[in-house]
Protein backbone atom coordinates (compact mmCIF):
# COMPACT_ATOMS: atom_id res chain seq x y z
CA UNK A 1 0.00 0.00 0.00
CA UNK A 2 3.11 2.50 0.78
CA UNK A 3 4.54 1.68 -2.55
CA UNK A 4 1.38 2.21 -4.39
CA UNK A 5 1.47 5.76 -2.39
CA UNK A 6 5.37 6.42 -3.02
CA UNK A 7 4.40 5.14 -7.19
CA UNK A 8 1.56 7.81 -8.11
CA UNK A 9 3.72 10.72 -7.08
CA UNK A 10 6.64 9.34 -8.96
CA UNK A 11 4.40 8.82 -12.24
CA UNK A 12 2.86 11.94 -12.00
CA UNK A 13 6.79 14.00 -12.26
CA UNK A 14 7.67 11.78 -14.98
CA UNK A 15 4.25 12.50 -16.79
CA UNK A 16 5.06 16.17 -15.78
CA UNK A 17 8.70 15.78 -17.37
CA UNK A 18 7.11 14.96 -20.54
CA UNK A 19 5.14 17.15 -21.24
CA UNK A 20 7.46 19.64 -20.87
CA UNK A 21 9.49 18.22 -23.57
CA UNK A 22 6.89 18.24 -25.64
CA UNK A 23 5.86 21.55 -25.14
CA UNK A 24 9.72 22.94 -25.12
CA UNK A 25 9.22 25.83 -27.36
CA UNK A 26 11.12 26.23 -30.92
CA UNK A 27 14.47 27.41 -31.18
CA UNK A 28 15.13 30.65 -32.52
CA UNK A 29 18.21 33.32 -33.60
CA UNK A 30 17.98 36.62 -34.95
CA UNK A 31 20.75 38.64 -36.93
CA UNK A 32 21.24 41.61 -38.94
CA UNK A 33 23.45 43.15 -41.39
CA UNK A 34 23.38 46.86 -42.92
CA UNK A 35 20.91 46.27 -45.69
CA UNK A 36 18.22 43.89 -43.72
CA UNK A 37 17.76 42.28 -40.22
CA UNK A 38 16.42 38.34 -40.00
CA UNK A 39 14.77 36.63 -37.06
CA UNK A 40 14.08 32.87 -37.22
CA UNK A 41 12.33 30.07 -35.59
CA UNK A 42 13.33 26.53 -36.07
CA UNK A 43 11.26 23.98 -36.25
CA UNK A 44 12.73 20.32 -36.05
CA UNK A 45 10.02 18.40 -33.93
CA UNK A 46 7.76 16.04 -36.76
CA UNK A 47 4.35 16.99 -34.70
CA UNK A 48 5.42 20.52 -34.59
CA UNK A 49 6.04 20.82 -38.22
CA UNK A 50 2.68 19.43 -38.48
CA UNK A 51 1.01 22.01 -36.40
CA UNK A 52 2.42 24.64 -38.09
CA UNK A 53 1.70 23.39 -41.73
CA UNK A 54 -1.50 21.55 -40.83
CA UNK A 55 -0.04 18.32 -42.31
CA UNK A 56 2.76 15.93 -42.10
CA UNK A 57 5.77 15.85 -43.98
CA UNK A 58 7.16 12.43 -44.37
CA UNK A 59 11.15 12.32 -44.31
CA UNK A 60 13.58 14.15 -41.84
CA UNK A 61 12.91 17.72 -43.10
CA UNK A 62 13.30 21.24 -40.92
CA UNK A 63 11.09 24.26 -41.26
CA UNK A 64 12.33 27.69 -40.65
CA UNK A 65 9.95 30.35 -39.54
CA UNK A 66 11.78 33.74 -41.64
CA UNK A 67 10.88 37.13 -40.98
CA UNK A 68 13.35 39.43 -43.05
CA UNK A 69 13.09 43.05 -42.59
CA UNK A 70 14.85 45.26 -45.11
CA UNK A 71 17.02 48.46 -43.82
CA UNK A 72 18.33 50.45 -46.56
CA UNK A 73 16.82 52.73 -48.54
CA UNK A 74 16.80 50.76 -51.68
CA UNK A 75 14.55 47.09 -51.99
CA UNK A 76 15.41 44.27 -51.02
CA UNK A 77 15.20 41.17 -53.52
CA UNK A 78 14.32 38.32 -51.45
CA UNK A 79 15.40 34.93 -53.10
CA UNK A 80 15.17 31.58 -50.88
CA UNK A 81 17.98 30.23 -52.15
CA UNK A 82 20.13 32.87 -50.88
CA UNK A 83 19.44 30.92 -47.37
CA UNK A 84 21.59 27.98 -46.33
CA UNK A 85 20.83 25.96 -43.51
CA UNK A 86 24.19 23.53 -42.16
CA UNK A 87 24.53 21.29 -39.20
CA UNK A 88 27.88 21.40 -37.37
CA UNK A 89 26.90 17.37 -36.16
CA UNK A 90 28.12 15.74 -39.41
CA UNK A 91 29.26 19.06 -42.28
CA UNK A 92 25.61 18.54 -43.96
CA UNK A 93 24.43 21.79 -45.93
CA UNK A 94 21.20 22.37 -47.98
CA UNK A 95 19.42 25.16 -49.40
CA UNK A 96 15.14 25.29 -49.66
CA UNK A 97 13.28 23.02 -51.30
CA UNK A 98 10.43 24.06 -53.45
CA UNK A 99 6.81 23.02 -52.16
CA UNK A 100 6.91 20.77 -55.51
CA UNK A 101 10.16 18.47 -54.25
CA UNK A 102 8.86 17.61 -50.97
CA UNK A 103 5.04 17.17 -52.09
CA UNK A 104 4.67 17.24 -56.05
CA UNK A 105 3.91 15.22 -58.87
CA UNK A 106 7.85 14.93 -59.15
CA UNK A 107 8.16 14.56 -55.89
CA UNK A 108 12.43 14.64 -54.56
CA UNK A 109 13.72 11.43 -53.07
CA UNK A 110 17.37 12.16 -51.13
CA UNK A 111 19.38 9.07 -50.12
CA UNK A 112 23.13 8.90 -49.53
CA UNK A 113 25.41 5.89 -49.97
CA UNK A 114 28.79 5.24 -49.19
CA UNK A 115 30.98 6.18 -52.11
CA UNK A 116 32.60 9.29 -53.12
CA UNK A 117 32.09 12.48 -51.31
CA UNK A 118 29.53 15.18 -51.69
CA UNK A 119 29.43 18.44 -53.88
CA UNK A 120 30.17 21.09 -51.30
CA UNK A 121 29.99 18.77 -48.06
CA UNK A 122 32.25 19.76 -44.89
CA UNK A 123 34.66 16.70 -45.17
CA UNK A 124 31.70 14.07 -44.86
CA UNK A 125 28.62 15.95 -45.35
CA UNK A 126 26.49 17.10 -48.21
CA UNK A 127 24.84 19.47 -49.83
CA UNK A 128 20.79 19.25 -50.54
CA UNK A 129 18.57 21.43 -51.99
CA UNK A 130 17.95 23.67 -55.14
CA UNK A 131 15.65 23.50 -58.23
CA UNK A 132 14.99 19.90 -59.88
CA UNK A 133 16.34 19.86 -63.26
CA UNK A 134 19.13 22.76 -62.69
CA UNK A 135 22.26 21.72 -63.46
CA UNK A 136 25.16 22.01 -61.40
CA UNK A 137 22.74 21.70 -58.19
CA UNK A 138 20.67 18.86 -57.17
CA UNK A 139 18.09 17.15 -59.35
CA UNK A 140 18.85 17.05 -62.90
CA UNK A 141 18.87 13.38 -64.48
CA UNK A 142 19.29 11.92 -60.82
CA UNK A 143 22.82 10.59 -59.73
CA UNK A 144 25.87 11.21 -57.88
CA UNK A 145 25.97 14.77 -56.48
CA UNK A 146 29.71 15.42 -57.41
CA UNK A 147 32.72 14.20 -55.81
CA UNK A 148 34.52 16.53 -53.92
CA UNK A 149 36.15 14.28 -51.11
CA UNK A 150 34.47 12.54 -48.31
CA UNK A 151 32.64 9.29 -47.94
CA UNK A 152 29.04 10.13 -48.40
CA UNK A 153 27.45 10.64 -51.80
CA UNK A 154 23.96 12.15 -51.99
CA UNK A 155 21.77 11.15 -54.76
CA UNK A 156 18.67 12.84 -56.19
CA UNK A 157 15.87 11.34 -57.80
CA UNK A 158 12.72 12.50 -59.36
CA UNK A 159 9.48 10.67 -59.41
CA UNK A 160 6.94 11.11 -61.78
CA UNK A 161 3.17 11.46 -60.72
CA UNK A 162 0.50 10.03 -62.42
CA UNK A 163 -2.99 11.46 -63.28
CA UNK A 164 -3.11 15.71 -61.72
CA UNK A 165 -5.39 15.67 -58.56
CA UNK A 166 -6.04 17.57 -54.97
CA UNK A 167 -3.05 18.31 -52.95
CA UNK A 168 -3.93 19.44 -49.43
CA UNK A 169 -0.16 19.47 -48.61
CA UNK A 170 1.59 20.97 -51.54
CA UNK A 171 -1.38 24.10 -51.30
CA UNK A 172 -0.32 24.74 -47.51
CA UNK A 173 3.47 24.83 -48.55
CA UNK A 174 2.99 26.85 -51.23
CA UNK A 175 1.09 28.92 -49.24
CA UNK A 176 3.31 29.38 -46.47
CA UNK A 177 6.65 29.48 -48.20
CA UNK A 178 8.41 32.93 -47.53
CA UNK A 179 7.66 35.09 -50.87
CA UNK A 180 10.03 35.83 -53.69
CA UNK A 181 10.08 39.55 -54.61
CA UNK A 182 11.48 42.89 -54.23
CA UNK A 183 10.32 45.16 -51.11
CA UNK A 184 10.98 47.52 -48.95
CA UNK A 185 8.61 46.28 -46.30
CA UNK A 186 8.96 43.40 -43.88
CA UNK A 187 8.23 39.66 -44.83
CA UNK A 188 7.98 36.49 -43.56
CA UNK A 189 7.16 32.86 -44.17
CA UNK A 190 8.45 29.25 -44.34
CA UNK A 191 11.45 27.59 -45.39
CA UNK A 192 11.79 24.03 -45.99
CA UNK A 193 15.08 21.38 -45.69
CA UNK A 194 15.96 18.42 -45.46
CA UNK A 195 19.44 17.24 -43.39
CA UNK A 196 19.01 13.07 -42.88
CA UNK A 197 19.32 12.43 -39.15
CA UNK A 198 18.34 14.10 -35.96
CA UNK A 199 19.98 17.12 -35.56
CA UNK A 200 19.71 18.85 -32.39
CA UNK A 201 19.07 23.02 -32.33
CA UNK A 202 22.55 23.87 -31.15
CA UNK A 203 24.38 22.40 -34.16
CA UNK A 204 21.91 24.14 -36.71
CA UNK A 205 23.41 27.27 -38.22
CA UNK A 206 21.40 29.53 -41.01
CA UNK A 207 23.40 31.22 -43.37
CA UNK A 208 22.05 34.27 -44.92
CA UNK A 209 23.82 35.50 -48.40
CA UNK A 210 22.03 37.76 -50.48
CA UNK A 211 21.01 41.35 -51.00
CA UNK A 212 21.50 42.03 -47.67
CA UNK A 213 24.73 40.89 -46.68
CA UNK A 214 26.12 37.98 -45.40
CA UNK A 215 24.14 36.99 -42.11
CA UNK A 216 24.89 34.36 -40.07
CA UNK A 217 21.91 32.97 -37.56
CA UNK A 218 23.46 30.18 -34.61
CA UNK A 219 20.56 28.49 -33.00
CA UNK A 220 20.50 27.79 -29.33
Known sequence: ??????LAPLLLVAAICVWAAETKPPATARGEGESAEITATLYTDKSAITTLIGHPLDGDYIVIDVRLVPRGESPL???RDDF???SFKDGQKCQPFAPSQIAGQGTLTVSSSGAGG???GDNNGPVWGGTVGQPGRLGGT???MGNAGGDTAAQGTVQSGGKTRSNPTLDALK????????TSEPVSGL???FLEGKHKSKDLQLVYSGGGGKIVLQFK
Open 1 to 6: MAFRYL
Open 191 to 193: LYF
Open 77 to 79: SVL
Open 175 to 182: QKILPEKK
Open 118 to 120: AMM
Open 142 to 144: GGS
Open 84 to 86: MLR
